[in-house]
């Protein structure tokens, strides 16, 4: 199709402000499924996973091509990219928006302009879209529409009238969306070298999945060129070279076609087994006749969270590796490594963007992947500056060297933005302050609403930060974050010693001043978690020799006089007597089993 007809696009949001319901009225609009495919209550076609379907969030994004004929008379082809709204996922939002020319910003009618919002915006002006700003849910009777255009108007600096009030779950003024994504939307650029067809081939790799049969999927923007399965592959980043076993568009099943354009969106069957041999953000261009430069990619995925997966079973290691390999050609994010434990023995040191893209990979890999997994608590990132000058990164606390050989330990601070209501900047204050943040300043955005920013360290957010801003506020409080830079502060390692044996898997960093009470409670969920055995079990938190605190979980204790009717005393001390010496024994040879609960109770040590 002609440049001039095609519109690249995507949907941003905030988390649960109706995307993906637009974009199911989009693709009843335009004919691209069939009305009857909604009836029944199904809805978010495009979010196919069985977890965003049950969490009501946009986990991958997703591409379809639409066909609709506007005012003017013309067919356009739309090709939409839809993306994840929650915070965690913000890597796949800004390789979406980079092949895009446009952009749909969503704002709910009844909750207005929120913290993802803003984020999600400022990206897409970075990546300099088109912005085609919609109100959504006026059908709400709390709907306040008025001020909410007024709100959105002023921020991205268009009149009101540009500002598009829909429902999207009744389908009212739907259609103004698509004439104005046609309207306002520029068409992609002609290519940089050649002529249309003539122009060697350069396609952006935005997105990709594994395919049992047909190797690496990847999900393409063609910048120039054209391409047929005949079409010989080179993948400039790699080196990799293949022949493509089909070439499609998404509608939004994949279609094969005969040829993918410039400017098309599409996706090419590689043949390729490994990730490493088609990156997301790498360019495709023919082998026969290469572009001289790639396209600008992405910066890669920072992971900011991580955590060790291990096998239940530890003849299952190798299935785990796969599963893993695999799940990372659908998670470009995802990051791992072998490690071994002394409590858990062979895992992988997994990197997330998130605590929530943690729980989503970890829920993947027991559903899609059939694993039994034991999960240690998160961690994040530190720098560690050596006396002798050498600077590393240790991802797991355990890996914290000897304090006397260490010089300065550095921690992720992030900058975290957080729109309120007025009545609840105390309790926020608060939350923050426990937290060892650092709060920056207040802006007014309405009579109602605030936005706060504070500085905060990455490990004291990682856990339990949301949740506790949603709580203090009822709900109504929303939060986004960024990484800022890594601090100097004066951090130490915890152990956990369980039966005077130290526990590798349970360490934890935190700072001095926080030392003891973090370990008290650590190690009192932990009583809690691991079962009495026949032996008395000590559970102490200590750093380096000095132990902080100490619990022990009480013997299970078998009645050994009970056959014992009358008589004298004697008969009874000596069968207390030599219990007591047979549990003496046990205890210097006894192994504990941790259950998995014993690992989790590490999330609550702030619940005290």
Known sequence: MDLSHIRNFSIIAHIDHGKSTLADRLLELTGTIESRKFAGGQSQLLDTMDLEQ???????????????????????????IDTPGHV???????????????????????????????ANLYLALEHDLEIVPVINKIDLASADVERVVREVAELIGVPESDVIAVSAKE?????????????????????????????????????????SYKGVIVYVRVYQGSLTKETPLLMMAT????????????????????????????????????????????????????VSEPLAGYQPAK????????????????????????????????????????????????????LFHMMIAQERLER?????????????????????????????PADLVDPSLIDEVREPWMSVQVISPNDYLGPLMEIFRRKRGNFLLTETLDPRRVLLTFEVPLAEMVIDLHDRIKSATRGYASMDYTFLEYRVDDLVKVDVLVNQEAVDAL???????????????????????????????????????????????????????????????????KLLEKQKAGKKRMKQLGNVLIPQEAFLAMLRIDED
């Open 54 to 80: 049950e969490k009501g969030v946009t986990i991958k994004a997703s591409a379809v091509r639409m066909t609709w004929t506007a005012a003017d008379g013309e067919t356009y082809e739309l090709n939409l």
């Open 303 to 354: 992971p900011m969270v991580f955590a060790s997966l291990y096998p239940s079973d530890a003849d299952d290691y190798e299935d785990l590796r796969d599963a893993l390999a695999k799940l990372q050609l659908n998670d470009a994010a995802l990051t791992y490594e072998p490690e071994t434990s002394q409590a858990l023995q062979f895992g992988f040191r997994c990197g997330f963007l998130g």
């Open 507 to 573: 360490a934890i960093i935190v700072h001095r001043e926080q030392a003891r009470e973090k370990g008290s409670s650590l190690i009192r969920k932990m009583k809690d978690a691991i079962p009495r055995q026949l032996f008395e079990v000590p559970i102490q938190a200590a750093i380096g020799g000095k132990i902080l605190a100490r619990v022990n979980v009480q013997a299970l204790r078998k009645d050994v006089t009970a056959k014992c009717y009358g008589g004298d005393v004697s008969r009874k001390r």
């Open 88 to 118: 965690d996922f913000g890597y796949e939002v800004s390789r979406a928006l980079a092949a895009c020319e446009g952009a749909v910003l969503v704002v709910d009618a009844t909750q207005g302009i929120e913290a993802q919002t803003l």
């Open 368 to 396: 899609e992947y059939g694993q039994d997994l034991i999960i240690t608590a998160p961690s994040v990132a530190y720098q560690v500056l050596l006396n002798s000058g050498e600077e590393i990164e240790i991802h797991r």
């Open 239 to 290: 080196g990799a070279k293949t022949e493509p076993i089909e070439v499609g568009a998404f509608r939004p099943d994949m279609q094969p076609v005969d040829r993918l354009s410039a400017g098309e969106v599409g996706y090419i069957a590689t043949g390729l087994k490994t990730v490493r041999e088609a990156r997301v953000g790498d360019t495709v261009t023919e082998s026969r006749r290469p």
């Open 171 to 211: 389908g009212t003024n739907v259609e103004a969306v698509l004439q104005a994504v046609v309207d306002h939307v520029p068409p992609p650029p002609p290519p940089v070298s050649g002529e249309g067809a003539d122009a060697p081939l350069q396609a952006l790799i935005f997105d990709s999945h594994y395919d």
